[in-house]
Every structure is written in structure tokens, then in C-alpha cells.
């Protein structure tokens, strides 16, 4: 079992590493912030697998940190049939 337990951590190291490379093609591959971003937390989601998350920018003319990008499953009431 030893083996097998082993090859899939091998395997979580092998697709967080191309997820990783993806990222920075990404970062190189347009000026287009917008079109970073998108695909930035499209991998991160595909690594991570989250439920809620956010993504907040600095406004620098007025200090403050803005929502970019906010995820949220809603909750699911597990009492209603």
C-alpha cells in the first residue's frame, strides 16, 4: 500500500508543478491584466479546489482594497429534504 500512497502524492506534486508552469506562461503570455487574473484563478481553483475565495486589488489613489473577484458557493442547508 506504501506504493501506492507514494505515487499519489507523486502524482498531486507532478500537476501542482504543470499548474505552477501554466502560471507563469500566463504571466509572460499577455499585458492584458484582466486576462491574467482570469486565468491565474482559474488554476489556483483547479489546484486548490476552494469553495469561497476572493481576490482584492489595491486602489492606490485612495489606499483601500477592492474586491476583484469574489467566489462563493452558497451554503446548503442540509436539514430541508
Not at 486576462?35 to 486548490?48: G, N, P, T
Not at 489613489?61 to 467566489?71: A, F, G, P, Q
Request: glycine share 2%; aromatic share 4%; net charge negative.
Amino acid at each position: 500500500m506504501e506504493g501506492q500512497t507514494l505515487l499519489s502524492e507523486l502524482k498531486k506534486t507532478v500537476d501542482a508543478l504543470q499548474i505552477f508552469s501554466e502560471i507563469g506562461k500566463t504571466l509572460t503570455s499577455t499585458l492584458d491584466i484582466k486576462e491574467v487574473l482570469r486565468i491565474v484563478l482559474q488554476k489556483i481553483s483547479e489546484l486548490l479546489h476552494p469553495t469561497s475565495w476572493s481576490l482584492l486589488l489595491l486602489d492606490e489613489k485612495d489606499m483601500v482594497l477592492c474586491y476583484e473577484i469574489l467566489i462563493n458557493e452558497p451554503a446548503v442547508d442540509r436539514n430541508v429534504p
